[in-house]
Every structure is written in C-alpha cells, then in structure tokens.
C-alpha cells in the first residue's frame, strides 16, 4: 500500500481542513487490490487552492521567463532520474505496462516540460507594429492567472505535464485534477516540482470525482480550464466555464479515427501500426485508429497478418514485468463497458469474430492474483459496416474493427462520416496518394505511415467533437497567455472636444 494521498495546497501535503473529511481508495486493476487511501477536495479546500494560486500568480507571473525555464529544467532532471520509480506507480494505478509507462508516458512528459521551459525564452515576446511616423503599437504576452487542468486516467502523469508545462512556463499558476481512479503521480509530480524550486502555491494538486472537477469549473477565480476526457464531460465543462466567468478552455476529448490501409501499403508495416493503433495501453487511448479500411484486395492477407501478430506478439500479465506488453483495463467498470460494446458487437451488429469477444481469453502466469484483474481479451472484428455501434462509438478498449473498401473516394467519404475528428491516418507507398488523402481527413492529428507518435514540437487537437484548442507545439504557448496591445503617440493628440 502507498501511504495516504492527501492534497497538495500551497507547497504543502495536507489533509482536507474539514472536520469530517471525506476519502476514496485507488486500486491496483491487474489485482483488484487497494493501492491507497485518498483524501478528497472540499469546496473549502478547492477554494484555498484557488486562493494559494491567486497569491503565488503575483510573483511567478513577474518571475523572468529564463528563471521559470531554470526551475521548470531542474523539475525535468529530477523527472528523468526518477522516471523508473513514477512508471512503476503509473503502472500499479492504471495497470498499464511498465514496458510503456517508463518508455512513454513519463519521457514524453518530461520532453514536453523541458520544450516549454526552452520555448518559453523566445515565445513570449511580443511585437512592434509602427502605425504612422510618431505613433506605434506594440503587444505583449501576458499569462492569464490561475489555470486549471483536469486530467483523464488514461496518461495521467502525461496529461498532467502537457497541461502545466506551457501554463507554468508562460508564467501561469496551476491546479491538477487527476482521475480519481489514477490519482498517485500527480502527487509525486508535486513533490517533483517542490524539490526543483518551484515557489510555493504555483502548482496545487486537488482529488476527488467530477464534482471537484464541476467545482472548479464554475469557480469565477479560474481563468482558464484545460481538459481531457469524453465527449459529454468536455461539453459540460465548457458550458460551465462560459457560465461562470467565460473562462478560456482547451478540450482534448474522444475519437473513432481511421486507419486508411491501401492495397500498395507496406501491409507488414500497417499491421504493425494496425496493433499499435488498437491494443497499445490495452486500446486505452484517444487516438485509437479503431476503424481500419482495407482495401478488399488485400483483406485476407491483412487479416493473416494481425492474426499472427495477436497470436505471436501480446504477452499479457503482471503490468510490473518488463516482457509484459498487455495489461488490464483501468477500471472493472470500464472492463464492463467495453464488454458491452464486445457483446453488441457479436450479438446485435453479428460482426464477424476474427479472435478474442467475450469468450476470448489472455493467458497469464499463475499466483500473481491476476485472476481478479480486469482484463479482456484481444478482440478483432471483420466484415463490419459503417453503422455498426462499434464503428461508431469510442470503446476505449482492446477492440478492432475491419472495414472493406473499394475506391479512395469511397474510403474519404466514409472515414469521415462521423462527428469526431481526433486522428486519422494513412498506409501507401505512393506518396501522393498519401498527401492527397490525408489533406481531405477531417482529424487534427494525421499521421502517414505510422501511427500514435506524438512529440512535444508536434501540435496535437482535435477537430468537431474531439475537441478545441491544441496541445503542444511552440503554438501551444499562445492558449496560456492574453494579448496586450499598447499604441503610443507621440505626435498631435486629434482633439475633438478642445475649445477651438
Ligand atoms: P471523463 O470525461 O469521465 O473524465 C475526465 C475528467 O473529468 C476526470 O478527472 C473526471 O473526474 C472529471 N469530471 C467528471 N465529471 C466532470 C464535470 N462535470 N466537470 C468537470 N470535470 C469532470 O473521461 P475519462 O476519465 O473516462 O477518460 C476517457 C476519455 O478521455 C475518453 O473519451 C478519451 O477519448 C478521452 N481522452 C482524450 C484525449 C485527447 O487528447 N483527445 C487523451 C486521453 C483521453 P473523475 O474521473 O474523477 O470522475
């Protein structure tokens, strides 16, 4: 068991100040045993969090850029040396392998930090513009004061980094809201970030459910919300953030992207990318390209292909074992949404079953306790049609959906017939055909000839209903900052109202 989580509020660990506190417990999902307790935020607590980061704004928002980048730079060394340690956390919190964790989700996110703590030296200039001979303008970039970030359990020390990093390098303070079902690295984050100098009240942690996420979003001291998470939660987060204060929001939600296979594709290389897209974090990612449209010409051998791989190359078990490239799913009650979807898929859209469905199995090494983990087979569908519930809805589960296609006018048009516009990619050898149908996907992140890389330098936003605003990129520092435009005369002032 991990000691009591408590929240992180003005540079101090402390219980909730309620007499009566309230706590949740975080569990281990390969074991379905309790990892820790977790102390949870009240409205009085969320409102000294407020108030710690209203305070700390005054000094960190006139602290130079190239010393917030000192500071920001040693959280990423200490990020990198404890990097194996927060992957074992991650990987215990949200059951996803540490063969991931510790190669992804916290390098990325020191990357990222470290990018905005650079980018953050040149970005935040502003610019002149000369109007007439004796009269200029010119802006400056101004942080916007206390932002928030509310974080899915999918990544959570990543989405946790993607957030603060360009707020705290633009001179922003912050508060995470972690899942309450993956609370544990925010804490070590903020323990991460206080041993690296950072000045007290600047980066906050606050646990809890929706409601503190809801709370926060409503509070008129907020002055900004970045989110992750589904669909209908962003659009309540966006109402409420209009509502209150009209708060500047980036949303980073749901997808169901597709994944273009053309019969002059490398196949080996996209059913490398096929499994990625699908089974990578046991399918528990936004940018899943769950919709894959093959060419018929080339359906069986790809279907071959995935089989083989599916056969040969998962190894399910103990998320904590470095030959472990498959986990458990986050949560039992996600495992029992996602079958749910399974079941549809086999008994009410009769999809043709190529492996795994409800009746599949993963084997996993004995006295472990994995028994009791939540974890779920596998599962490829074939012969699927556009209407299908499983090709149209997020799973977010290990679940692939084969779709057959005959002309590249045909596959445009159905790639993009849905409302989501998370990602989209394309497998060709000919290199116009791959610039000319990624150039007509409805997605905000296209990839070609690969598929799931997203680094730091690389914007990365949804488009329609997944999402507004973007992550990442030099760009990204814009959404953290205002624009202050300042003209100056130096000439006659035009009066209008002067006795003549
Ligand atoms: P949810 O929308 O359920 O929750 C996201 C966060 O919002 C959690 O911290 C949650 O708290 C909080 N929350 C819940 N209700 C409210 C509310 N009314 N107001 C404010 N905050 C609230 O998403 P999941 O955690 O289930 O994450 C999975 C989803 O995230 C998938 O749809 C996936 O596509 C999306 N996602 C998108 C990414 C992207 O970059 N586009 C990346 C990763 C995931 P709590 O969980 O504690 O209840």
Redesign the pocket.
Known sequence: MFPDQRLFINGTFSPSVEENPTFFTTTNPATSTPLARVHEASPRDLQYAVDAATKAFETWSRTTPIERSRILNKAVSILRARSDEIAGAESLDTGKPFSETSTVDVPTGADVLEYFAGVCLSGLEGKMIRLREKAWAYTTKEPLGVCVG??????PIQ?ALWKCAPALAAGNTFIF?????TPLTANILAEVFTTAGLPSGVFNVVH???????W??NCSGVAKIS????????K??YS?AAGSSLKNVTL????KSPFIVFPDADLNLAADAAMVANFYSCG????NGTRVFVHSSIKSKFEKLLLERVRDGIRAGDPLDPNVNFGPLVSEG?SKKVKTYIRHGEEVDRARLLCGGLKGTVSLPDGKGLEKGFFVAPTIFTDCSDSMLICRE?I?GPVLSILTYETEEEVVRRANDTELG?AAGVFTRDIDTAHRVIGKMNAGICWINTWGESPAEMP???WGL??LGF?NGSEALSQFVRTRSVLVENGRFPAVFSKS
Do not use: D, R
Request: proline share 2%; glycine share 26%.
């Open positions: 509310i974080g899915a359990w999918n990544y989405i809201k972690p899942s309450e079902v809890g459910g929706g409601g503190v996420g809801a926060l979003s989110f992750t998470g589904q669909v209908e939660t962003g309540k987060v409420s980073e939600l749901g997808g528990q990612v936004c940018t996600h997020e977010f998370l990365a936003g949804g997944s999402g992550e």
